[in-house]
């Protein structure tokens, strides 16, 4: 287990390298900046089946949500049920791939981005039959980190309109981002969205 912790936090450190250049700027920018003492953490997610009546609502195993942090590395397994939001409010299945990755980007990235790389909110469906399996590395920044938006190159990157998350009064610390929102007590949340 140590030897994938290892290699999918090397991978998110590729993926931030890969962003910061996207960015126009240095390949280095978040591993200086934001991820000297990063918090990774590695968690395995098993979803019980559960049966639905015709009429029944459907089951989920987690709501509606986006990821805190920088990057998510997700593997799943072969059962599905990862759904993500699209800007038009509609939900669509995320199907597994084998031997890939699902790539999320937390808030943090959007925030650092003002928006240009956005969190997208997803959900994960409970199968009727099926056990699911999943492993999430969350790469995020340390607690202590101070968080701002980075000044961009408004001619590079074509930004969308900025979302409740940047009109949070900067800069704040990583470590309270997450308490509020755990909390629901950030702007446009609410705890069941948290």
């Known amino acids: 287990m140590q030897g994938y912790f290892?290699?999918?936090q090397?991978?998110?450190s590729q993926l931030l390298s890969c962003i910061a250049l996207f960015l126009g700027l240095e390949r280095d920018f978040f591993d200086v900046k934001f991820t000297d003492d990063p918090f990774a953490q590695l968690a395995m997610f098993h979803y019980p089946p559960h049966p639905v009546s015709k009429n029944g609502p459907e089951v989920w195993g987690v709501g509606r949500h986006t990821?805190?942090?920088m990057l998510t590395i997700l593997l799943q397994d072969d059962v599905g049920g990862l759904q993500v939001e699209t800007k038009d409010g509609l939900w669509i299945d995320v199907p597994p791939v084998p031997g890939s990755f699902v790539v999320n980007i937390g808030d943090m990235m959007e925030i650092w981005?003002?928006?240009?790389?956005k969190a997208?909110?997803?959900r994960v469906k409970v199968s009727p039959t099926k056990h699911r399996l999943s492993v999430a590395m969350f790469f995020d920044p340390g607690f202590d980190c101070v968080i701002s938006p980075i000044p961009l190159d408004k001619t590079l990157i074509p930004l969308e309109k900025t979302v409740a998350k940047l009109s949070l009064e900067f800069p704040i610390h990583?470590?309270?981002?997450?308490?509020k929102k755990y909390c629901g007590i950030l702007p446009g949340e609410s705890p069941e969205n948290a």
């Open 10 to 12: 090397q991978l998110a």
């Open 120 to 122: 997208a909110p997803h």
């Open 6 to 8: 290892s290699q999918t």
């Open 174 to 179: 990583y470590g309270d981002y997450v308490l």
């Open 67 to 69: 990821d805190y942090g």
């Open 113 to 117: 981005t003002s928006g240009a790389f």
